[in-house]
Nanobody, 120 residues
Framework: QVQLVESGGGLVQAGGSLRLSCAAS????????MDWYRQAAGKQRELVAG???????NYADSVKGRFTISRDNAKNTVYLQMNDLKPEDTAVYYC??????????????WGQGTQVTVSS
């Protein structure tokens, strides 16, 4: 039973910073990728940032230069440092992980989401 738990969301003024965390727990053989998605009200869910276990990263064009994804492998935790936040960053942010569990089975998991609201 793998679970992903996000934290760190909240209300921040435009130009401010916020750091999101997502911790994976359970019996985990390895983690292939840990990613951050977001979904604004009435909009499609989009990939914000992705990170492989080899520390390869990718970002949505809208957040390049402002957001940084990182991972603490010992804690099975992925972070999203968000700087220079803009109102258009307002959304529910979801952690997603591609995890190999017992028996070398690959499973994809989603966190419950954490709300980020950026005021103008």
């Amino acid at each position: 039973q793998v679970q992903l738990v996000e934290s760190g969301g909240g209300l921040v003024q435009a130009g401010g910073s916020l750091r999101l965390s997502c911790a994976a727990s359970g019996i985990i053989f390895s983690i292939n990728t840990m990613d951050w998605y977001r979904q604004a009200a009435g909009k499609q869910r989009e990939l914000v940032a992705g990170l492989t276990n080899g520390d390869r990263t990718n970002y949505a064009d809208s957040v390049k230069g402002r957001f940084t994804i990182s991972r603490d492998n010992a804690k099975n935790t992925v972070y999203l440092q968000m700087n220079d936040l803009k109102p258009e960053d307002t959304a529910v942010y979801y952690c997603n992980a591609d995890i190999v569990i017992g028996g070398y089975q690959r499973r994809n998991y989603w966190g419950q989401g954490t709300q980020v609201t950026v005021s103008s």
